[in-house]
């Protein structure tokens, strides 16, 4: 017992109920009947009329501490008058100083305590005799005290009485508080549920992932529900719609708002092939129904896995980065401001090529990760993302987040990241680290030619090529665009490693696949810088790139083979029936390259 | 062979371009539209005969067609073979030049 109180005298024995196992029962009696019960009220007059009962009184009164902890209020009163709801200020009367003092309370003759509340007496005509009043307490929390007044035998309270009463009390302040608890638990259960509800239907609104897709996306909220979302979809040319937004603010006002703005996504990004167009609509539409105040940042874009074009529009949402093989991370221009704030806003189409690289979108929560006083921002997230570039993409965005996790960093808001990963797009046109691939054992070498590189040797070896085609059972118009891509190919040695000059020498090998065809073009100029060869945006009339185009857009493969050692460099080239694709289900990647990479099937 | 005939009609030049159009004659493509243009007349250049082209005869057809537009001449593109419709389709350049099914339709198109 922490409470100030006389010894117990060397003879004292005392009662099985005084003990503390005695108080423990007398709690958990107490407990049950608030399970019973869930009634504060209700168990906290059983509890004093037990007390009144053991210590055999003529009455007796339980007070609860307020929540500002000023005021005690009679919550039960037993005996011949009643005065539940007496209200008695902090630190005035027995009880109130009792409660302030924190200690057990022994008043023999109360009306020669200068401390004694006569008022209620005077009200009730009760007459208080001796007092005995214990604080209860829960750990250090004081949270009331119980009083019991004029033992039935005359007799003066003892300092058994007052083991008891202090035994009891704290059991009932037990109890009262579990029934609290228990209280707010019902409460917070309820609201719980219902959060989990909304972030399972939230949940539900995100994509399915699908390891076949170069594209994938993490949410985490920092609370129950997001304020972020992102979204992506294949449409039926293999183009794939996606989205990152951030609704500002947290909290369900956010959430809602978020699932507005991602289902009208969802809806739009079917239709309209303009990410610029479809922001503006967002935007009307996000400008008249929403409350003021909220507003939301957002990138919309269009992906083509065939040609790593890419066109998006950003909508005030932090400039997503890029990375193309062989250079460093950068971060592409902010833009018009956010949705649901200036109803004609303009936004901007922009169209880059991947070309083998990664783009990244991301919520501002990605780079607010804290670690004491460090930020994580984008040079982190760069950092992050190139520690896991070798890692299939999910892996790899997971990646940035366990690191961070398991670094001690901090999330302050909620987590978004949406990635498309242009080398996992089934072409590979550019990696930077591919293992020199052991010899196709299903390829069948068919002829290999050596010739300048001089653009007048390019009319002989189509020739060569078509015949081997035919030979591979390609129909006629997959040869012929096969024999546009393997000239541009050829052309780009002449133009690019050999600088045009005629110096150097191209030798062609030609393999049968059984689905298809197979060119190694090895060439002895320096090395070509894979980052360099950038096909040209589709959209700027300009001559230059167009060639690396038509490669990417015609071959299912066209991969730069590092050579082990000596100058020169060794492309290889794959293309795939477009019948074999069909007749043996095909792998993923090649089915949906026969899907996306012949334009003439869907014009 | 790639530029097979250049003639006036009707106040207008046309071009035919033929056979197989790569590195090494895309260069004549070139000088010849530029030398047309140089009139200042509106340019027919027809592709029926293309068997194949390739991005360096795209990018001749361009610049033709930037020059062109500079000085507020057109450079349509008539007759243009299944292999040339093709190629500009990849290069998603066919919606960017005017093309016709041949030099009487381009003249009912723009009298």
Redesign the interface.
Same mark, same amino acid.
């Given at each position: 017992m922490a409470t100030a109180q006389s010894d117990p005298g060397p003879g004292d024995i005392r009662p099985p109920t005084g003990t503390d196992a005695g108080g423990l029962d007398f709690a958990a009696s107490l407990a049950r009947s608030f399970a019973a019960s869930l009634n504060v009220d209700a168990t906290v007059g059983q509890a004093l009329a037990s007390i009144i009962h053991l210590l055999e009184t003529e009455a007796g009164s339980l007070f609860l501490l307020d929540d500002k902890g000023e005021t005690l209020v009679c919550r039960a009163s037993a005996g011949p008058v009643k005065i539940d709801g007496l209200a008695v200020p902090m630190g005035q009367g027995i009880v109130g100083l009792t409660v302030a003092e924190d200690r057990l309370t022994f008043v023999e003759n109360a009306y020669e305590d200068k401390n004694f509340f006569r008022a209620a007496d005077e009200r009730t005509g009760f007459v208080t005799r001796s007092i005995l009043c214990a604080p209860m307490r829960v750990g250090e929390k004081l949270i009331g005290a119980v009083q019991v007044l004029n033992k039935i035998s005359g007799q003066p309270f003892d300092s058994r009485d007052g083991n008891m009463l202090q035994v009891m009390a704290n059991a009932a302040a037990l109890a009262i508080s579990n029934a609290r608890l228990a209280d707010q638990l019902v409460e917070q259960e309820r609201i719980r549920r219902e959060l989990e509800l909304a972030a399972e239907i939230q949940r539900n609104l995100l994509p399915v992932p699908d390891d076949d897709l170069p594209i994938c996306g993490i949410n985490r909220p920092i609370r129950e529900v997001s304020g972020d979302f992102y979204d992506y979809f294949e449409l039926p040319d293999g183009t794939i719609a996606f989205a990152l937004g951030d609704v500002s603010g947290k909290g369900m006002n956010a959430a809602l708002l978020m699932a507005k703005t991602a289902s009208l996504f969802r809806c739009l990004g079917k239709t309209i092939r303009d990410p610029a167009r479809l922001l503006s609509i967002l935007n009307r539409e996000i400008c008249e129904t929403t409350s003021r105040g909220m507003f939301v940042t957002m990138v919309a874009g269009l992906y083509e896995p065939s040609t790593g074009t890419l066109r998006y529009a950003n909508a005030g949402h932090l400039p997503p980065l890029i990375k193309f093989p062989d250079r460093l991370y950068e971060t592409l221009a902010p833009e018009a401001p956010p949705l649901g704030i200036l109803r004609e806003t303009q936004f901007v189409d922009h169209e880059i090529n991947l070309n083998g690289g990664l783009f990244v979108a991301f919520s501002d929560g990605i780079t607010e990760f804290r670690h004491g006083e460090e930020e994580l921002g984008t040079d982190g997230l760069s950092l992050l993302l190139e520690y896991a570039h070798d890692r299939p993409l999910a892996q790899r965005l997971a990646s940035v987040l366990s690191d961070l996790d398991q670094g001690g960093w901090q999330a302050r808001d909620d987590l978004t990241i949406l990635a498309i990963d242009d080398r996992s797009a089934g072409r590979a046109w550019q990696r930077e680290h591919v293992e020199q691939p052991p010899a196709p054992t299903e390829a069948e070498f068919l002829f290999g030619i050596t010739f300048p590189a001089e653009p007048s040797r390019l009319k002989l070896m189509r020739p060569a090529i078509r015949a081997a085609a035919r030979a591979c059972q390609f129909e006629d118009e997959e040869i012929q665009d096969l024999l546009l891509a393997a000239g541009e190919a050829v052309e780009n040695i002449m133009v690019h490693a050999y600088g045009g000059g005629t110096k150097g020498e191209i030798t062609l090998a030609v393999h049968r696949l059984p689905d298809g065809i197979l060119l190694r073009l090895r060439d002895f100029a320096p090395r070509v810088d894979t980052g360099k060869i950038e096909p040209r945006p589709l959209e700027e009339v300009r001559p230059g790139g167009l060639g690396t185009h038509f490669i990417r857009a015609i071959m299912d493969d066209a991969t730069f083979i590092p050579l082990p050692d000596g100058e020169g460099n060794l492309l290889e080239l794959v293309k795939r029936r477009r019948s074999a694709g069909v007749a043996n289900g095909g792998e993923a990647g090649t089915e949906r390259f026969g899907e996306t990479g012949d334009s003439k099937d869907r014009d | 062979m790639s530029v097979s005939n250049i003639k006036e009609v009707q106040g207008r030049i046309v071009v035919s371009l033929a056979g *197989?159009i @790569? #590195? /090494?004659n895309a260069g004549e493509v070139r000088k010849a539209l530029l030398a047309a243009l140089k009139q200042k007349k509106d340019l027919l250049v027809d592709l029926a005969d293309v068997d194949?082209i @390739? !991005? !360096?005869g795209? =990018? !001749?057809l &361009? /610049?033709g #067609?930037?020059v062109a537009r500079k000085q507020k001449n057109e450079l349509s593109l008539v007759a243009v073979s299944p +292999?040339a419709l +093709?190629?500009l *389709? #990849? =290069? +998603? #350049?066919d919606k &960017?030049f005017s093309i016709y099914p041949d030099v009487t339709a381009a003249f009912a198109a723009r009298p």
């Open positions: - | *197989e @790569d #590195l /090494e194949y @390739d !991005s !360096s795209i =990018a !001749s &361009v /610049e #067609l930037q +292999r +093709r190629v *389709e #990849l =290069a +998603r #350049l &960017v």
